[in-house]
């Protein structure tokens, strides 16, 4: 769940959400420390920006997010159901297990049109939320190393120093 009013996620999950992209953006520091360029890949939303913005102000990062609509998001989820069928029917078989009734609703929600992920309105919210720097990119149609050269080739349109006072500036969409 999250605070409508504020985005954050609520509970422990809020806490270990948070803590999660506080600690990979440690880890990435370190290595930056050490001269190696570090990547962390998550989906950095309300408190995990934050943490991120705490844990490497004043460090320039190439902050970019890969953003595709709502309905290539709902489809991936949707081209993933077989494959969790199968996951599923091997793990528990006919059993009556919790999980099983969950794919289920995933299964008549994608039918129905709706979210077949629980966390996709939080998502959708907090990505709105965030200040428009970096780079902006909507990944749709593109191969993984179609995503790969355009992000090489406009690395310095993501540069983004945390903690500065360019939060205003728009991002350059890709």
Known sequence: DSDPATG?????????YALRIRNACLVAAAFADAGITAIVT????????????????GRPVNFVVLRPPVAV????????????????????????????????GRVQAAAGGRPVNEFEGIIERGLDRLPRIGLWVDPSGLNPQSVVDLLLD????????????DLGIRARDA
């Open 42 to 57: 998550d989906t950095v939303i309300n408190e995990g920006f934050e943490s991120l913005t705490g844990v490497l102000a």
């Open 8 to 16: 954050h996620l609520t509970g422990e999950a809020g806490v270990q």
């Open 73 to 104: 998001l709902r489809q991936r989820g949707i081209d993933r159901l077989p494959e969790e069928a199968a996951y599923l029917a091997d793990r528990y078989g006919d059993s009556d297990h919790p999980e099983a009734a969950a794919f289920a």
């Open 154 to 165: 406009r690395q310095a349109e993501a540069l983004w120093t945390p903690g500065s006072s």
